[in-house]
C-alpha cells in the first residue's frame, strides 16, 4: 500500500511503500520510502475498523511514534485505509491519511 492522500501533518507520502500482514485479527506492517527510513506498527482489527500503534525514523534522524484509528473500506476490488492518527512524540499534533492497495 501507499498514502494516496496526506494530511498536512502527515510525515509519509505516496513514496512510502508499507507491507502489511495479518493473522487472525492481529495486523502489523513495515514501511520506508520518501521521508521514511523505516517504521513499523502494530495492531488489532475489529470489524470493519483496525487501530494500531507506530513508530518511525525519518531521513533526517527524527523519531516519532503515535497511535491511529482507521476505516477499512473497498473501493473498486483494492483495499483502501482512511486513518486518523494522533503523534504522541508531538503532542496535539493529529491529522488524516488515507492509503491504498497498490
Same mark, same amino acid.
Given at each position: 500500500? #501507499?498514502? &494516496?492522500?496526506? %494530511?498536512?501533518?502527515?510525515? /509519509?507520502? =505516496?513514496? !512510502? &511503500?508499507?507491507?502489511?500482514? =495479518? *493473522? $487472525? ?6 514501511? %520506508?520510502? +520518501?521521508?521514511? @527510513? @523505516? $517504521?513499523?506498527?502494530?495492531? @488489532?482489527? %475489529?470489524?470493519? *475498523?483496525?487501530?494500531? !500503534?507506530?513508530? =518511525?525514523? =525519518?531521513?533526517? +534522524?527524527?523519531?516519532? #511514534?503515535? @497511535? %491511529? !484509528?482507521?476505516?477499512?473500506? #473497498?473501493?473498486?476490488?483494492? &483495499?483502501?485505509? /482512511? ?8 503532542? +496535539?499534533?493529529? +491529522? !488524516? #491519511?488515507?492509503? *491504498?492497495?497498490?
Amino acid at each position: 500500500m #501507499n498514502v &494516496i492522500e496526506t %494530511s498536512e501533518h502527515g510525515i /509519509v507520502n =505516496q513514496e !512510502t &511503500i508499507f507491507h502489511f500482514q =495479518q *493473522q $487472525g485479527n492481529f495486523v502489523y506492517a513495515n514501511y %520506508s520510502g +520518501g521521508l521514511i @527510513k @523505516k $517504521g513499523y506498527l502494530v495492531g @488489532k482489527m %475489529s470489524d470493519r *475498523q483496525l487501530v494500531f !500503534t507506530y513508530c =518511525q525514523v =525519518q531521513i533526517d +534522524g527524527v523519531l516519532d #511514534n503515535g @497511535k %491511529s !484509528t482507521v476505516e477499512i473500506e #473497498n473501493l473498486n476490488g483494492k &483495499i483502501r485505509l /482512511v486513518e486518523h492518527f494522533e503523534f504522541a512524540s508531538r503532542p +496535539g499534533v493529529f +491529522g !488524516t #491519511n488515507i492509503f *491504498q492497495e497498490l
